[in-house]
């Protein structure tokens, strides 16, 4: 057995093996080698190699890199041929349906125009949006106009659309919809402070089949409590943090305190008028004073309806009027004369005659078509 020999602290049986070791390998724990060779010094934390680089997660490249890479250049769209739309009605659809799909004719002219007045309904905008719907003269249809372009809206676009009856006199707006309750906008108002969310207002609100909610007034004679400007503009505060669009269903006097504060927090005005000579001189009173008293370009950007029109003839001049208003707002359109509308009970959309919810899809058309990101009122968010 070899002698031991005391490495540091620890002691090992060392073996010597009588053949000699190699002349090619050096042992760097000899003594001779280690008096060899220089003394190395640690390297300095700097000089010490980072960890590997890891590779590039792809999925989370830039839209910058990936506009960068010339071989990126994916567009799936390009490799799919869209389908051409089935046509609904007439013999585009009576080919469609004897061939089993196999002849696809397309939708007809009107049908395609409707499809992209559907898109344009759909399109979108940033933060929430208040009409307010006006007429000075009752009887034209205008608590009509903004529950049905109200349904059309809320149908078509599926984002949370509400109609407050913003009228300080006992507006009619409520008894348009089943009501799922009795609560009014005065108890909303009561409980304002504590709505903290969506559900919260919802317990306050009306739902139709179209998804449209509706806020109903207080039309007990015996409340004590009246609206006013404050209450309204208080409300519709509260309803523009959860609804995307908001229609105010306004009473007809714009001298009204409660009215005016309604007009001025809205992004666009929906005028109302009857096919008559004496409702186009009241909104044409209504526009100017509207005018002259710092609205001018709430004037231009508005939405005149002609309601009521008559199929079989009209003592007025419908073409005549309704180029009377084109020259003052951006846009005018006619609605029908519809016996569902006349009798001022509830109305859904799928009553109305073709023609009556073509309107309103027009109407709601052009709306949507002037609340691009740049408009807003006072209580908006685009001014």
Same mark, same amino acid.
């Given at each position: ?91 585009? @659809? ?13 939708? =007809? ?19 929430? @949006? ?13 608590? =009509? =106009? ?13 984002? &949370? ?43 306050? /609100? ?36 959860? %609804? ?40 044409? %009173?209504?526009?100017?004073?509207? &005018? ?41 359109? /006619? ?24 309107? %309103? ?19 908006? /968010?685009?001014?």
């Amino acid at each position: 057995m070899a002698d031991p020999v005391t490495v540091a602290t620890t002691t090992i049986d060392l073996v010597v093996d009588p053949t000699p070791a190699p002349t090619h390998i050096t042992t760097t724990d000899s003594p001779t080698a280690s008096d060899d060779r220089p003394e190395a010094t640690p390297a300095a934390a700097d000089d010490r190699p980072g960890p590997r680089r890891q590779a590039a997660d792809p999925f989370s490249l830039t839209e910058e890199e990936l506009d960068g890479d010339r071989t990126f250049a994916f567009d799936g769209d390009a490799w799919v041929d869209e389908p051409t739309p089935v046509p609904a009605t007439g013999w585009r @659809r009576r080919v469609w349906a004897v061939t089993g799909g196999r002849i696809n004719p397309g939708p =007809t002219p009107e049908e395609q125009r409707l499809r992209e007045r559907m898109e344009a309904i759909r399109r979108p905008f940033g933060g929430a @949006r208040t009409l307010a719907v006006v007429s000075t003269k009752g009887g034209v249809g205008k608590t =009509t =106009t903004t529950l049905n372009l109200g349904h059309t809206l809320a149908s078509i676009r599926g984002d &949370r659309v509400v109609a407050l009856d913003a009228n300080p006199d006992a507006g009619s707006l409520g008894h348009r919809v089943r009501r799922e309750h009795g609560a009014t906008s005065v108890d909303l108002l009561a409980e304002a402070d504590h709505i903290f969310g969506y559900g919260d207002v919802r317990h306050f /609100t009306s739902q139709a089949e179209s998804l449209l909610e509706v806020v109903a007034s207080d039309d007990d004679p015996l409340s004590a409590r009246r609206m006013g400007r404050p209450e309204y503009e208080r409300l519709l505060n509260v309803l523009r943090v959860h %609804y995307n669009l908001v229609l105010a269903d306004c009473g007809t006097g714009i001298l009204d305190a409660a009215t005016r504060g309604v007009v001025q927090r809205s992004d666009q005005l929906v005028v109302v008028t009857g096919p008559s000579v004496d409702s186009a001189r009241a909104v044409s %009173y209504l526009l100017a004073w509207l &005018r002259e008293h710092g609205q001018a370009e709430l004037v231009e950007r508005a939405v005149v309806v002609v309601n009521g029109v008559r199929q079989d003839g009209s003592p007025v001049d419908i073409d005549s009027l309704v180029d009377h208003f084109a020259a003052q707002v951006r846009a005018v359109r /006619t609605v029908p004369w519809d016996e569902e509308l006349a009798n001022g009970a509830v109305v859904e959309l799928d009553w109305l005659a073709p023609a009556t919810r073509q309107a %309103y899809v027009q109407l709601a058309a052009a709306v949507v078509d002037g609340l691009g990101d740049e408009v807003a009122g006072e209580g908006g /968010t685009g001014r």
